[in-house]
């Protein structure tokens, strides 16, 4: 061990270059030190003596410096706060990052490119996982359903009586970070009712399943699939199908291109990125959309500690879900007969079903199963499974021949004027704004369509050679509380009429320029289907349609 009195100007970062000593065996060897780069003149410096006597007898290059800690990324995600925002104003302000809204910020930052339009989003919540929980390694199909962080969730479902099973959540990628990923197409015969025509959706479609990478390859292969399958189709049910699902199957290539295996809206948000910049601003809560003269210009929102900014902007997309895009619409004063109205979701029915695999081939693989619904049949038909090993990892899938799976039936809603969103001045948020509620109740004629659901489910199960478990004597099979769902809709519905809908072809308010809706509430009807691959779509037609307005 040697001892050198530091020099004029000396710091530990030039010493350890001076006599080639590394710079962590320097700190160790000096803890009274504690930033290699402050001068330390006339300070003591342990140094090794198996250290060359000076730098100068090297004939190799010096150390690199240090990487400044100021360099250094602390989000995954560039962040702007939300008093930054404020002083700027935008040409879209987006509302909420999940399937909706991160479309619509996809499809800007993709068309537009590098020009001198500016982009911003606020969500409510933070930045909690940079992906989709299931491409998780530990999370098995089990762990995932029930996989719900309280930092989060709102369980506001236990303060709604007629909308029990209801959760939000408020996070970066919204409900998609959670979501089962299922994406079919709504049935033409439900879309001949929108004011959108069907030429417009096969292009907005195509469109959204080739970024969200929608495929029917995901049970490629897997015999259970298959003998399910068949067993459906020779039996009547002629249009069953394999399960679409948006997870990208492809090759991992170019390092690390398709690694993130099933979709979320984290994924717009990283092509959005990739193409141009955009301001984001987290834990940020909208409370109320700013008008002036009949036109929207911006958003007031709120900050953790209670400050309130208002974010201005030429155009804003609310894509906050069905359930809070009307109730900031409401707390803005937007007038509108449909605001809040006749939201819809699906009956759900779930029965406790089992397989016997005996002498199906290897690989067993995974099921996903689905039997559309049809005019005649307004039901629809899931299987997932068999057990947790839908969507595993690294998990021992044991051996054996009696198998639980997962079998869904969701059933068409109709919309009603008085199933409705609304808020109660009495009642208010931590931010002062007045609560959301619920009115909700099933008709006479979607209770018969749980009716049908329920011979559905055990017609069904009788061709597939399912063993429905029994409760009591009964068939166990349960009514998912509504709400539970998690495809809220039609609060926003488009339409021409203002009169019984909120929002015209385009998602704009009727009579509100600039003022946009991107999420479930605008699809004035569900059919039986999945709702997220359809308010993708339309979100990237919104989109398109603002993007030509501007221009």
Not at 278 to 307: C, I
Request: proline share 6%; with cysteine.
């Amino acid at each position: 061990m040697r001892i050198y009195v530091a020099d004029k100007g000396d710091t530990l970062v030039k010493i350890g270059n001076r006599y080639q000593v590394g710079l962590e065996q320097l700190l160790s060897f000096n803890p009274h030190i504690q930033s290699p780069d402050v001068i330390i003149e006339g300070v003591s410096v342990n140094i090794p003596s198996q250290s060359l006597p000076k730098a100068e007898a090297r004939v190799v290059a010096p150390f690199c410096p240090p990487v400044p800690q100021s360099e250094f990324i602390h989000d995954w995600i560039p962040l702007t706060s939300a008093e930054e925002m404020a002083n700027n104003e935008y040409d879209v302000l987006i509302v909420g990052s999940g399937a909706g809204g991160g479309a619509a910020l996809w499809r800007l930052c993709e068309q537009w490119g590098n020009n001198d339009k500016r982009i911003g989003m606020v969500e409510r919540g933070p930045s909690f996982l940079p992906t989709h929980v299931a491409n998780i390694a530990t999370m098995n199909d089990v762990k995932f359903r029930l996989y719900a962080p309280p930092q989060i969730t709102d369980l506001i479902g236990n303060r709604l009586p007629q909308y029990s099973g209801l959760k939000l959540v408020y996070a970066l990628g919204g409900r998609t970070l959670l979501w089962g990923a299922v994406s079919p197409r709504i049935p033409n015969y439900e879309i001949a009712s929108w004011p959108v025509s069907l030429e417009e959706m096969e292009l907005y479609y195509n469109i959204a399943e080739e970024v969200m990478n929608v495929t029917t390859s995901y049970t490629k292969d897997s015999s259970i699939t298959q003998v399910l399958l068949d067993r459906l189709r020779a039996n009547g049910y002629f249009n069953a199908d394999v399960i679409p699902v948006a997870t990208d199957l492809d090759q991992t290539r170019l390092g690390k291109l398709h690694s993130n295996v099933f979709f979320s809206s984290i994924v717009f948000l990283a092509r959005a990125l990739s193409r141009r910049p955009f301001d984001l601003a987290v834990n940020t809560y909208a409370a109320q959309v700013v008008t002036e003269g009949g036109r929207a210009v911006g958003v007031r929102v709120m900050t953790p500690d209670k400050k309130s900014y208002v974010i201005r902007s030429k155009n804003v997309i609310l894509s906050a879900s069905a359930l809070q895009t009307p109730r900031i619409l409401l707390n803005s004063g937007i007038k509108g007969d449909a605001i809040g109205r006749y939201l819809i979701n699906h009956s759900y029915l779930i029965p406790s079903a089992s397989v016997n695999t005996a002498g199906f081939a290897e690989p067993l693989g995974a099921l996903g199963i689905v039997v559309p619904e049809l005019e005649e049949r307004p039901y629809r038909l899931q299987l997932q499974g068999p057990e947790q090993f839908f969507n595993y990892q690294y998990e021992h899938k044991p051996v054996k021949d009696e198998w639980g799976i997962s079998f869904y039936v969701s059933g068409k809603v109709e919309a009603r004027y008085e199933n409705r969103v609304f808020v109660d001045p009495s009642r208010r948020d931590e931010y002062g704004m007045p609560e959301l509620q619920v009115d909700f109740s099933y008709s006479a004629k979607d209770e018969a369509v749980i009716q049908q659901m329920y011979a559905g489910i055990v017609h069904a199960s009788s061709v597939m050679q399912l063993r429905i478990a029994t409760l009591e004597g009964a068939l166990a099979i349960c009514l998912l509380p509504p709400g539970a769902d998690n495809h809220d809709a039609g609060t926003c519905r488009m339409g021409n009429d203002p009169n019984t809908s909120a929002t015209n072809r385009y998602g704009q308010i009727h009579g509100v320029e600039g003022l946009y809706i991107a999420d479930n509430s605008v699809l004035p009807s569900l059919g039986a289907s999945n709702p997220t691959l359809s308010t993708a779509a339309l979100a990237i037609r919104t989109a398109d349609y603002i993007m030509s307005q501007l221009r």
